[in-house]
């Protein structure tokens, strides 16, 4: 046995509270080190024919990928799956003084590709995420982990064949098949088609179906501290959607199987045939245990307790189980919908994937909480938007000096498509054609602390003679000239919030009439004929996640950019070319702030009249 302090022996996979306990590792507190893990654990003393033995059952859900139902689902790039859990089904009996332990161990988890599900219906839709190759590396390494630890893997794949679940259930097979890794075995059953009528007896057909890999694949049996009489070599990987009714009820098939033939060789039941039914004590305890664990499985990670409880616990399907499923059902959407968000945060701030600034960014257009390392894969993907523009952009006789990714809040529509990874437009302004640049704090709002820090909002305007502008928009056609129907009363994407300077109106002419301009400040940027476009920096890391190294402030940002075109545009120290004034500062944006809550006063003081 391994010598030393507890935390160094765990499986870490399984330790939820490893952050937490940072501090008292590194100052080698190790008695203060105390592993916590998420689960359930159940013993029950059983008697069967005279004989006495313990039957054990143990769920460890994984710390990899934790969360609540519609929060996470899927695999993450490293290969983990939501709701994970290793499920352990224990026997300990004595005979003439020697233990003898014999287990079979199970395993649960999400379908291994990228895919979510909204949290505003009673059955959402699954939606498909990601590349092809970035589903088939998480998919690949989900099953090269999954055979490093438990040997060959029996996928159970329990969701419908047809409909909303065979979209996510069609793409497991696909990948498995494309995989072909021979010590994987795929199987599909149609759990709902299966039982319909609620002939949950059906479910012995997969495990009879399965009964040779239940045997080729074994269980653990030792005698004392030395004696190993077989080993378990490969397990039943099974899901569902949620990979929590369903599959407690299955996994709760297969442990009868393994069980029965368990019992047999131990000496205790001798008479193997006649199934675990023949013992009605010990199989209402053997049900009323596996019950629990999808009870207590479910309440981790949908709030509730689990569907088609009373066929686990009674071998038969009733009217009051139903009802009772459709309030948990019900029950299960209001969390999903109004709870889950800060459950969601809350976990990943315990496990240390986010700081306290999870609990401030609350999503304004969906209550999802962020994925773990999703501002790292940001970074990337700006990365990856900047090479895929200066691929389309930059003819081959020019040098690109530098590229960034920016919010353009005056502008209708986005220039670059994240999800379809391709340039929707671009606006080519040649550098002698740029005639000033103004940098200045850019508050959209002035409801928040964050929202009115400057260093934080800020941004720049470009000013341009735009006789050489030259903007181009794919249509999809041959013709790809910049057409204004094409994008009007079109949503490709662009930013939903819109404040123009106070100095001009949009992206059009500061000479415009109807413009508040105030000119005479700023004479040597403004004036007929002229143009800008309207930058804002992206605020990195408001999760965060990164190091204070990794990231720059919004305005450190701007300054760096500036510099680098005016650089460029061989303008260096030229306080006319490149000045600062504020583009909408904290008084503007409480101005009219003020006068939109104004105006909303009166409609309602006019309604209520």
């Known amino acids: 046995m391994t010598v030393g302090p507890l935390w160094k022996k765990v499986d870490k996979r399984f330790w939820w509270n490893e952050h937490l306990l940072g501090r008292f590792k590194k100052a080698n507190l190790d008695d203060w080190v105390i592993p916590v893990m998420q689960g359930t654990m159940q013993i029950e003393t059983c008697d069967i024919e005279g004989y006495q033995f313990d039957f054990i059952l143990i769920s460890r859900r994984s710390r990899e990928r934790a969360g609540m139902r519609y929060q996470r689902r899927g695999v993450n790039e490293q290969g983990e799956v939501a709701n994970f859990v290793e499920t352990e089904q224990i026997v300990v009996f004595y005979r003439d003084q020697t233990p003898h332990v014999a287990s079979f161990v199970q395993t649960r988890g999400s379908i291994p590709i990228f895919w979510s599900q909204s949290p505003y219906s009673l059955h959402p839709v699954p939606v498909l995420e990601r590349t092809e190759e970035e589903n088939n590396q998480a998919f690949a390494k989900h099953f090269v982990d999954q055979e490093k630890l438990y040997g060959r893997q029996v996928a159970v794949n329990l969701t419908e064949l047809s409909g909303r679940e065979a979209i996510v259930g069609s793409e497991y097979r696909r990948h498995v098949e494309h995989l072909g890794d021979p010590h994987i075995k795929y199987v599909e059953f149609d759990f709902h088609r299966e039982t319909k009528g609620m002939k949950f007896e059906n479910i012995r057909k997969l495990s009879t179906s399965l009964r040779n890999d239940l045997e080729k694949i074994e269980y653990f049996w030792q005698a004392g501290d030395q004696t190993a009489y077989c080993k378990q070599n490969g397990v039943f990987r099974t899901n569902c959607m949620d990979c929590l009714d369903r599959t407690n009820v299955v996994q709760s098939a297969f442990g009868r199987v393994v069980l029965n033939l368990q019992l047999m060789r131990l000496g205790i039941n001798e008479y193997p045939e006649r199934g675990l039914k023949y013992y009605q004590d010990f199989e209402r305890k053997f049900n009323h245990v596996w019950a629990n664990n999808g009870d207590m499985i479910s309440r981790m990670y949908a709030g509730t307790s689990a569907l088609k409880g009373d066929f686990t616990r009674t071998g038969k399907r009733n009217f009051t189980g139903l009802m009772n499923d459709a309030s948990n059902s019900l029950t299960r959407m209001y969390l999903n919908t109004v709870k889950d968000f800060w459950r969601q945060a809350t976990i990943d701030y315990i496990l240390g994937y986010h700081k306290i600034e999870i609990f401030r960014h609350v999503p304004e257009s969906a209550v999802m909480s962020a994925e773990p390392g999703i501002e790292r894969r940001w970074a990337k993907i700006r990365t990856q938007a900047v090479e895929t523009s200066a691929a389309i952009t930059i003819s081959d006789e020019e040098t690109k000096l530098a590229g960034w990714t920016l919010l353009s809040p005056d502008e209708p529509q986005k220039r670059f498509n994240y999800k379809l990874e ?56 041959i013709l790809n000239q910049s057409l204004s129907d094409l994008t009007e009363g079109c949503d490709l994407g662009g930013e939903a919030v819109v404040m123009t300077p106070s100095s001009s109106t949009g992206s059009s002419s500061s000479s415009d009439s109807d413009s508040e301009s105030d000119s005479s400040s700023s004479e040597e940027s403004e004036g007929k004929g002229k143009m800008f476009m309207a930058f804002k920096a992206v605020r990195y890391n408001v999760l965060g996640e990164l190091t204070d190294e990794q990231v720059k402030t919004c305005k450190d940002q701007v300054d760096d950019i500036t510099q680098a075109i005016a650089k460029a545009c061989h303008r260096e120290g030229d306080g006319k070319f490149l000045y600062y004034k504020p583009i909408v500062s904290v008084e503007e944006a409480e101005d009219r702030e003020g006068r939109f809550k104004t105006i909303g006063l009166k409609i309602i003081k006019a309604i209520l009249k």
Do not use: C, M, W
């Open 422 to 477: 391709k340039v929707i437009q671009f606006k080519r302004i040649e550098l002698h054609t740029l005639l000033s640049i103004q940098t200045g704090e850019y508050i959209l709002s002035s409801s928040t602390p964050s929202a009115r820090d400057v260093n934080q909002n800020y941004g720049f305007l470009i000013y341009y003679d735009p006789q050489h502008e030259l903007t181009r928009t794919n249509t999809g056609s």
